[in-house]
């Protein structure tokens, strides 16, 4: 059964940086691209970035270029974003996807980032 | 910048009625393109793929269609467990997607 775990949200003050983790199990990660999907409180689905299984093709969304920097370690079975210059518009649920047939097939149950003074 | 719009913002509807939703794009996505029903609380779920191709465990009386820069997701008689958000998404630039801002179906 495919599993994505995500962690490392939290409250950060705007500026600040946090980066999260999701784990995968399940499936062969390093088959198959990642992507992360942030939903603001009450907001509908933005996505944030995407990366191929080896890392050789990355996409960002532009609300997230040049601040975000989306990772993965198929060692240890890992997708990352850093997120640095965080600000208050950033607050949202992030959502790590597996991708599959070109589409987030599997979705974990995200994790909250909450940025504010 | 590929830009999806979601029309209607609400679908008032009855179980047992048909849901007809609408996605447009800015320029022709092809056929790259899936529909994701998301229920309160929980993560959202691929319904549909590549336009018209239903995802593994999806009941036949959810239907998608069209190409280009027209798309529609058809509910054929809802049932009580549908309704929800639905989203558009396309992939025709992989690996940037762009999400539509979806369409609610609630209980009329």
Redesign the interface.
Known sequence: EVQLVESGGGLVQPGRSLRLSCAASGFTFDDY?M?W?RQAPGK????VS???WNSG??????SVKGRFTISRDNAKNSLYLQMNSLRAEDTALY?CAKES?????H????TLVTVSS | ?IVLTQSPATLSLSPGERATLSCRASQSVSS?L?W?Q?KPGQ????LI??AS?R?TGIPARFSGSGSGTDFTLTISSLEPEDFA?Y?C?Q?SN?????????TKVDIK
Not at chain 2, 43 to 46: F, S
Request: with cysteine; hydrophobic share 35%.
């Open positions: 691209a992507h999907v509908g689905l933005e996505w995407g990366i191929s093709s990355i996409g960002y969304a532009d959502y047939l070109g589409y987030c097939s979705w974990g149950q995200g | 910048e790259y899936a994701y998301q993560a959202p779920r691929l793929y590549d191709n995802a958000v989203y998404q992939r992989w690996p940037r997607f762009t999400f539509g801002p979806g």
